[in-house]
């Protein structure tokens, strides 16, 4: 088997900055949200309103990332096999995953938010939606740009 098929544990770690910036990103995203969730629950207790099973959709948004994170770690593998200099896909991998981790943790700011004013309002949970989804879209260009640039490295 050519030496350069075999993944070394060096490429594992170049790609593994994709993964795990996107996965920091997801956390912290659906952490703050969760905690806007929570609060605002607390606050539908207290004055006796219905606590809406709907505010999970936002705390759930910023968890995408994750997967597209994962994709650019395979897809930076894969051309980590091919590639004698290793410089590019690591730029490539700490910066894909660092802009797909901002998108999530950004995402769940503004998830945070949409909790808030829905259980203060019970309404505008597709206005929300949107704005999570405008948001999201940051990340998937990312992806998707960074799987073109791979593709132009080998």
Do not use: H, R
Request: glycine content about 14%; overall charge positive.
């Amino acid at each position: 088997m050519d030496a350069n098929a075999v993944v070394q544990f060096k490429d594992i770690g170049i790609a593994g900055a994709a993964l795990a910036l996107s996965a920091i990103g997801s956390g912290a995203g659906a952490g703050v949200a969760g905690m806007a969730a929570i609060g605002a629950w607390k606050k539908c207790f207290a004055q006796n309103k219905p606590a809406p099973f709907i505010f999970l959709a936002f705390v759930g948004a910023p968890l995408t990332q994750t997967i597209y994170g994962m994709i650019v770690m395979n897809a930076l593998l894969e051309a980590s096999k091919k590639v004698q200099n290793l410089g590019i896909l690591s730029a490539l991998g700490i910066l894909s995953g660092a802009a797909i981790g901002f998108s999530a943790w950004y995402q769940g700011l503004a998830a945070a938010s949409a909790s808030d004013a829905m259980g203060e309002t019970g309404k505008g949970f597709g206005n929300y939606l949107m704005v999570l989804g405008i948001i999201e879209t940051v990340a998937i260009f990312t992806m998707v740009f960074t799987l073109m640039a791979i593709g132009k490295v080998q």
